[in-house]
């Protein structure tokens, strides 16, 4: 690891952060060295003039040696105070020499994969606030607000998580960087923002075929075909939001969207384990399908805003930035559009859908049956007429049919039953 500071700067804020001048005074008399002997153990000298902290601190790191530090501090023990520095490091008292920075490290990369670019916001807002502006007290809003001027989300809980990592010191509603991780600090944000860490791969446009009959199974809703077709059709992407309450056309348009070659779908907050940022990377879809938006993870609101930017999206591993650059057009669903952050919808060209009546729910679910399942006219109708008092789902008359297919001697009525009617 690239050591961007030496040992003589660490071992001042070392010293400084102690804090107690007569535990210095000590140490200072201890090496012999010649500033500290003027003065008695009160700390004072013969002209009544008390030890200089900041003059004590600068003699004593350019006279003492790392064995009398170990030495000192097995004596002295410094308690309750923690250095975590990139030369020493002391818990609960106790002085060793060695770095601490791989460990701390290895926590940011996992924090990384966690918060995706979140947690660089954070990071970078400590940084700015408690190092290059050096506000240590009532500094907590002043850092909430640099976080959200650089587009963060999530900000408590990546606190949180960095306060759990021993990146940051939280006291009474402060929040403190320990000044010997400053320089880590530095660099791992330089690394996450550095371009060259790794080159961006960009995906072959490949051309892609639309189905001839795509939406010939939706009912009405002429002008948003006609949309979603020209976004279809456009040289780059046009992301199209669906909002509205259950049982509304959404459903069906996002069926009718899976069809397209090199579409993949997936549930607001379901994926993947590790989410959307590992499922567009490995996935490669040219067209996102996307329910059930609201649901989403908070961390992957940025990745999903990344991506509808500049078709960037960002992969931290093993302390390598992995970025990829892909054409995917997003197309989404959503309950309650209220619940989606601003700059995200903002990407979005939104429509709002109403609720099916009895009469569309039928007719939708004979087409879709008919021409998507090949299912009889007769079966599609009596499917039809029996859910429209269940459900408005389409998908809930799908799933009929496909349980029908692989028992047809079973009633329709009866395979409702066994699907939908409770215990």
């Not at 002209?47 to 790191?61: E, G, P, R, V």
């Not at 969207?257 to 989410?275: F, I, Q």
């Not at 499922?279 to 992957?300: A, G, N, S």
């Amino acid at each position: 690891m690239k050591v961007p500071d030496s040992r003589s700067i660490e071992l001042k804020i070392l010293l400084e952060e102690i804090k107690y001048s007569d535990v210095l005074l000590k140490l200072g008399k201890e090496i012999g060295e010649p500033y500290c002997l003027q003065f008695n153990d009160s700390g004072y000298d013969q002209q009544y003039n008390h030890l200089d902290l900041s003059t004590a601190i600068t003699k004593i790191t350019e006279k003492v040696t790392n064995d009398e530090l170990v030495s000192f501090f097995s004596r002295y023990p410094a308690r309750g105070y923690t250095f975590l520095g990139n030369f020493y490091a002391m818990r609960d008292g106790t002085l060793t020499l060695g770095t601490e920075w791989p460990t701390i490290k290895d926590r940011l990369v996992k924090l990384a994969a966690k918060h995706g670019d979140n947690l660089a916001a954070v990071l970078q807002a400590c940084y700015t606030v408690c190092i290059e502006k050096d506000k240590q007290w009532k500094n907590y809003l002043h850092i909430e607000a640099t976080a959200k001027e650089l587009g963060t989300a999530n900000f408590r809980a990546i606190i949180t998580d960095l306060e759990l990592a021993e990146v940051l010191v939280r006291h009474k509603g402060d929040i403190k960087m320990p000044r010997e991780l400053a320089p880590l600090v530095q660099e791992f944000l330089k690394e996450i923002h550095t371009e060259e860490d790794q080159p961006v791969e960009i995906e072959e446009d490949e051309p892609v075929k639309i189905p001839e009959d795509m939406f010939d199974v939706v009912v009405g809703h002429e002008r948003l075909k006609k949309l979603f077709t020209l976004s279809l059709q456009a040289p780059e992407p046009v992301h199209i939001l669906l909002a509205g309450p259950p049982a509304t056309a959404k459903s069906i348009f996002l069926m009718e969207l899976e069809r397209l070659p090199r579409s993949r779908y997936a549930l607001g907050g379901t994926s993947s384990k590790a989410g959307i940022v590992d499922f567009i990377i490995e996935q490669r879809p040219r067209y996102l399908i996307l329910d059930e938006l609201e649901k989403m993870d908070m961390k992957d609101f940025s990745a999903l805003l990344s991506l509808m930017a500049d078709g960037v999206v960002t992969r931290l591993k093993k302390g390598m930035t992995e970025k990829v650059k892909v054409k995917t057009w997003v197309f989404a669903a959503v309950n309650r559009e209220e619940n989606l952050p601003p700059e995200l919808k903002s990407r979005f060209l939104i429509r709002r859908l109403t609720a099916y009546n009895e009469q569309d729910y039928k007719e939708v679910v004979r087409s879709v049956l008919v021409k998507r399942e090949h299912e009889t006219e007769t079966i599609a109708n009596e499917i039809a007429d029996r859910m429209a008092s269940l459900s408005r789902d389409v998908r809930d008359a799908v799933k009929v049919a496909r349980l029908h297919k692989g028992q047809q001697s079973m009633p329709v009525s009866q395979v409702i039953e066994l699907a939908f009617q409770t215990e």
